[in-house]
Nanobody
């Protein structure tokens, strides 16, 4: 069973930075797609950024130029560097990972990011 464990959330002032990490364990092969979603109170969960095993990335328009996603395939770990944070970035951030053959899709437990003004 694959487990995703996030770390790095917390409280930061507007304009500050945070780095989220998500490590996958229990996987016998590297996850094809990994990335991050977020959910703010009263809102739907939305994609923040995703990255393929080959390194192709995609971002939500709201975070382009501020957030950077990266991954270490050997460690089955994905990172999200978040810069120039603003209060609208406040949310629970969820890591996801999966295989393109449909054999499994996995979610982390979520980590809270709070940006104060």
């Amino acid at each position: 069973q694959v487990q995703l464990v996030e770390s790095g959330g917390g409280l930061v002032q507007a304009g500050g930075s945070l780095r989220l990490s998500c490590a996958a364990s229990g996987s016998i092969r590297s996850l094809d797609g990994m990335g991050w979603y977020r959910q703010a109170p009263g809102k739907q969960r939305e994609l923040v950024a995703g990255i393929s095993r080959g390194g192709s990335t995609r971002y939500a328009d709201s975070v382009k130029g501020r957030f950077t996603i990266s991954r270490d395939n050997a460690k089955n770990t994905v990172y999200l560097q978040m810069n120039s944070l603003n209060v609208e970035d406040t949310a629970v951030y969820y890591c996801y990972g999966g295989y393109t053959d449909g054999s499994g899709n996995y979610w982390g437990q979520g980590t809270q990011v709070t940006v104060s003004s």
